[in-house]
């Protein structure tokens, strides 16, 4: 990959627009980029050193497996999500795998020796990661806390709804979206049997909420879907 490209991969992300053009130009020297294809699985925990990744386009499941064995939905991740050793530690607690859902992803990522020195070498740089980090982890534990506080059908109401306001295409009343997951990967995701979320769907779709298959989710009338949230509130 050419150095200009590897360029403007960085350039029009957010984390690294308090960089100056020389600064970024600079990044590319130690920045690594991959391809993967759909259903590709990347390893993370099987990589020599421990990296950030920024996915530069498509969409990744991440999920994690912990030592007994168990394996949950840790993230979807889409363009512009960083991921990795976030905390800049290796952690050895679980196994992590990124599993490609899009026909296609691209990746750049660095080493977390150079993402420490870059860190200290631009100190705008290390205040914009802290924003980064720190706005994911508001979000995963606003996620958590839905999970603790609600039941099942709710917790799966909430998720429809982050998910249809992220990624839904709207067409007069109506809102699709592009399915990738499974039954099971959405029953882990709200931490559920794969009976419940499947019950839970289908109760949806006989009234009316939603209309489901494999490939994608439909929402006849989104107001009303949007109501139905707000009740469970």
């Given at each position: 990959m ?31 980029f991959?391809?993967?294809?759909h ?17 530069k ?17 840790e ?27 899009s ?28 924003k ?14 839905n ?32 399915n ?54």
């Amino acid at each position: 990959m050419s150095d200009t490209l590897k360029y403007w991969y960085l350039r029009d992300h957010k984390l690294f627009q308090v960089l100056k053009n020389e600064q970024i130009k600079q990044l590319c020297i130690i920045t690594g980029f991959k391809k993967a294809k759909h259903n590709e699985i990347i390893r993370l925990s099987e990589i020599e050193e421990p990296r950030i990744f920024l996915l530069k386009k498509g969409r990744i499941k991440l999920t994690v497996t912990d030592e007994a064995g168990n394996e949950s939905v840790e993230d979807l991740l889409e363009r512009g999500d960083l991921f990795g050793a976030l905390t800049l530690e290796p952690d050895t607690t679980y196994t992590t795998e990124a599993k490609v859902l899009s026909d296609e992803v691209l990746i750049c990522s660095f080493t977390v020796a150079d993402f420490e020195n870059l860190l200290l070498k631009y100190p705008e740089l290390a205040l914009s990661y802290t924003k980064f980090v720190g706005f994911k982890m508001r979000r995963i534990r606003n996620s958590y806390q839905n999970l603790m506080r609600k039941e099942a059908k709710s917790r799966l109401l909430y998720f429809l709804n982050d998910w249809s306001e992220k990624d839904g295409v709207k067409t007069g009343s109506t809102v699709t979206l592009e399915n990738f997951l499974t039954q099971a990967d959405i029953s882990q995701i709200i931490c559920s049997s794969r009976q419940t979320a499947v019950q839970l769907l289908s109760e949806l779709e006989n009234t009316g909420v939603i209309t489901y298959n494999r490939k994608e989710i439909t929402f006849p009338n989104y107001a009303n879907f949007k109501k139905l949230v707000a009740s469970v509130g």
